[in-house]
């Protein structure tokens, strides 16, 4: 049977809502309506997609090696989710849909969400140049905008290329602002070419921060991660924040895989910061196709293409998602001991996410495949 226990979770987090007391009355009842629930659930994924298909995807990852956590969603609802290997593979401690993995440059579609948020409330611009937040910076500032930093069209140098000599402790997004600040020139002239730069996510962050007043972290919990019930995301600071039900990161050396959770850079929070599980993720895709956060008319911005080019072959970049049709927008996400990517495919209402905490994962071709899964699927 087709194991649907995080697709069950979401759901069990609804009853509320969806069992009124004049239906349900007593325990008895309750538990009854639950086990119906179960059946549904599993009978329904069962008909949809072939799980031992998608096992045999993701064997490199069973038993006590570092995991996986995926989940397939279509017409709103989760048709698969499960996880695979450790979380932590000192301790023993098993992947679940609820395991919160770092999600690496995924994180940029959650800073980009905080700019359009402000520029929803007319807090700013995206035309605004990023001298208005920062005085000081440099005088290729004063031809760079937000818009810029968003479409990774800025040329602004990337503080991990590389990272500057004597960087003894983790940077932060306010040291990535100083050490792009030291450059007086750019790659290139702002928006004549594409360049994938984490330096512009950092700076973008810090732009929330200024305009908002709040950090950035704060301010993704109370107009992104809280609106939308994803309770256990959270952009980390050590020492501020934890990350419950944490998978650590793991990179593979010959036989065996050894920890690599951290690096000089992990501290950076705009342009791989957050972490989240699958289950969370699950409420951030379906808000993206309603209002709640944003206007409907700042999504469709964020899913058009405004650098034709990119670093990957056959898409063009929106704000924070590769785009790669009308029908297909992406993003991955990699770091020292991480690999994510999550696929929406908008007008067939389905999206396929992946975490993974190894360094070593080739999700590029294990989502090619399970997007051949799913959509040979009678979905």
């Not at 004597?166 to 100083?178: E, I, N, P, S």
């Not at 301010?219 to 992104?224: G, H, T």
Request: net charge neutral; glycine share 8%.
């Amino acid at each position: 049977m087709l194991r649907t226990f995080g697709a069950l979770e979401i759901f069990l987090e609804q009853l509320p809502d969806r069992i009124t007391s004049s239906v349900i009355t007593n325990s008895r009842q309750i538990m009854l309506a639950v086990i119906c629930l179960v059946q549904i659930a599993s009978t329904t994924a069962m008909c949809q997609l072939n799980e031992r298909a998608i096992d045999e995807l993701f064997r490199d990852f069973f038993g006590n090696h570092p995991g996986a956590s995926v989940m397939v969603i279509h017409d709103g609802k989760p048709v698969f989710a499960k996880a695979y290997g450790m979380a932590d593979v000192d301790n023993k401690v098993p992947c679940t849909t609820n395991t919160n993995f770092r999600l690496a440059s995924v994180t940029k579609q959650f800073t980009a969400m905080g700019i359009l948020i402000l520029a929803d409330r007319n807090k700013l611009s995206l035309d605004d140049k990023i001298t208005k937040f920062f005085p000081r910076f440099p005088k290729y500032g004063e031809q760079t905008t937000v818009r810029h930093l968003l479409t990774h069209t800025s040329g602004v140098y990337d503080y991990d290329d590389p990272v500057p000599p004597g960087t003894t402790v983790q940077m932060k997004d306010k040291d990535v602002l100083k050490t792009v600040a030291g450059h007086d020139e750019t790659y290139f002239p702002p928006g004549t070419k594409f360049r994938y730069s984490n330096s512009g996510y950092a700076l973008l962050a810090l732009i929330i921060e200024k305009v908002s007043g709040q950090s950035y972290a704060d301010f993704l919990k109370a107009n992104v991660f809280t609106p939308l019930g994803m309770s256990n995301s959270v952009a980390f600071e050590d020492g501020i924040s934890t990350v419950p039900n944490r998978a650590f990161g793991y990179a593979k050396n010959g036989d065996h895989f050894e920890p690599a959770d951290q690096s000089l850079t992990s501290a950076v929070l705009g342009d791989g910061g957050i972490y989240s599980s699958v289950v969370d993720m699950f409420k951030w895709d379906q808000s993206l196709y309603t209002d709640k956060l944003v206007s409907h008319a700042r999504l469709k911005d964020a899913f058009t293409v405004h650098s034709k080019t990119s670093d990957m072959a056959g898409s063009g970049y929106g704000y924070g998602w590769y785009v790669a049709g009308p029908d297909h927008v992406w993003h991955y996400g990699s770091t020292c001991g991480f690999n994510t990517m999550i696929n929406r495919f908008p007008q067939k209402k389905t999206t396929i996410i992946i975490l993974t905490n190894r360094a070593d994962a080739k999700l590029t071709e294990l989502t090619s495949k399970l997007v051949d899964v799913v959509m040979g699927a009678k979905l």
